[in-house]
DNA sequence: TTACACGTTGACGCTGCGTAAAGGTCAAAC
DNA sequence: GTTTGACCTTTACGCAGCGTCAACGTGTAA
């Protein structure tokens, strides 16, 4: 029984183009080339095909695939365990995904329930008002229009647990903070705690948080008056400490 | 704060190659150029930056970051929703996938396992010999040695068990046969389960299968001498019997 | 002989960048 | 004033695994 390009990939359910490639990068070579040029395939390249597809719906690459099936001595059962353990990681990469995906669809979903129902846009439009107030304008100029905007609409889908939890974290962080500037060591335990709490605090508004950002946060808090005030408020120097803290806490 | 490539780069962990292209496909142009050519980007970038790869850590394309990101009535839940279905389908295919390179796995190893302990090497031997000496240097020269030894192979790494279920399988299958060749209607019930049967107990020998090629060994069954008789020892004509039954078989 | 289905090689396209190559710009050091 | 070195620029190939033309030869049935 001999088989063209087309036939064979009839048979074994692929294109005629995958025979040719495969032919190319020598995986699957034809038996025989015939006058006129005509690839033939025999019993020997059926079963070949047959294996490689075996090893290809595994996901095995191309070339891995060409070890294995050109080395008879292969560990092949070492090539699974492998292969197997990559798609485990691959399977926690991907549940973790869909997590934050579920996540994300969940707090936009809250975030549409709770502006039809307008239920706790009392305390949300208080809450902006205010941040409109402390930093307003001038922010707004500085940092764009976008940047406000999205922090607000991101203040508008939280609930009311989660603005408690926020609350309740702040206060945790301003009490923390005042504790560990009296140490005078921004590498303390305090200072670090401080700074991880500062981090919690800021995940709540950003939507993903890098290391760098909020090392440039951290700057921006004291270079920028209205902030520095914010934090200098009981005891002066407090903005600095932090930024120094949180230098400390990003470098690990 | 303006930002340079490299600047906003490392704020945001990504490299100035990845700026560059996000640019070009537009998906995040910089504020301005200055006037040496250098893309200089502002806080508003820095933000919409953000939001492009928390989208790309969900796994979403960056042309539907971009339609998301560039309609701001674009239904960002639906996106969501619907790359969500994706996910969930990819999950289940790396299941499957996982429970079958285990199988996989688990095979070889019983295979290797009952090498090492050569614990039923006696009968496998002794049915390869059989396999041999009944059609052995013909069909080796005819079929290739490589479908020889991968049939040996196989049969290497059966378990006792398996074995059992293939001879309970070939004497279920002869006496079907025998049943169905005897009503003489190869599409009937009889011939039918005949060839179901049939194509199970291939399925010990194949890694895969598909129906042309079903089709073709039962062809071969007819136009091979040894095949031939072997299937017509008690009644003549059953090999061809068999043959147009896997044929309205595979028909289906 | 005319169609028409089949075969061939060659080459570009897709994603999301990595990685040169070949060259301009800018600040600091000599 | 120039040289160094770290920046920046555009252009373009490379990756995996084929899909999909294009341009052209073959085989066979009408």
């Avoid at 005629?16 to 025999?42: F, M, V, W």
């Avoid at 707004?140 to 989660?162: C, F, I, P, W």
């Avoid at 926020?166 to 005078?184: I, M, Q, S, V, W």
């Avoid at 946060?217 to 949180?246: C, S, W």
């Amino acid at each position: 029984m001999e088989y063209t390009v087309q036939k064979l990939g009839q048979l074994a359910g692929v294109s005629t183009r995958t025979l040719r490639y495969y032919d190319e990068i020598g995986l699957l070579k034809p038996a025989r080339i015939n006058s006129s040029g005509y690839r033939i395939y025999g019993q020997q390249e059926v079963n070949r095909l047959q294996q490689i597809l075996f090893y290809r719906e595994l996901g095995l690459h191309l070339e891995k695939i060409r070890d294995i099936m050109n080395d008879p001595d292969f560990d092949s059962t070492k090539a699974l365990k492998d292969h197997h353990e990559n798609l485990l990681n691959k399977k926690e990469q991907l549940d973790l995904l869909i997590a934050n995906v579920e996540k994300s669809i969940a707090a936009n979903e809250r975030g549409i329930t709770m502006t039809d129902q307008e239920k706790f846009e009392g305390f949300k439009e208080k809450l902006i008002e205010e941040n409109e107030k402390l930093y307003g304008k001038e922010i707004r100029e500085k940092y764009g229009q976008d940047a406000v905007n999205r922090s607000n609409d991101k203040l508008k889908r939280m609930t009311a647990h989660e603005h408690e939890e926020l609350t309740r974290l702040a206060d945790e962080l301003y009490e923390t903070l005042g504790e560990a500037f009296k140490t005078g060591d921004p590498a303390g335990d305090l200072a670090q705690k401080a700074a991880e709490l500062h981090k919690k605090w800021l995940c709540f508004y950003w939507d993903s948080y890098s290391k760098e950002a909020h090392r440039g946060l951290a700057q921006m808090y004291v270079d920028d008056e209205r902030f520095k005030q914010h934090y200098d408020k009981n005891q002066p120097g407090t903005a600095e400490f932090l930024r120094d803290a949180i230098h400390v806490y990003t470098s690990n």
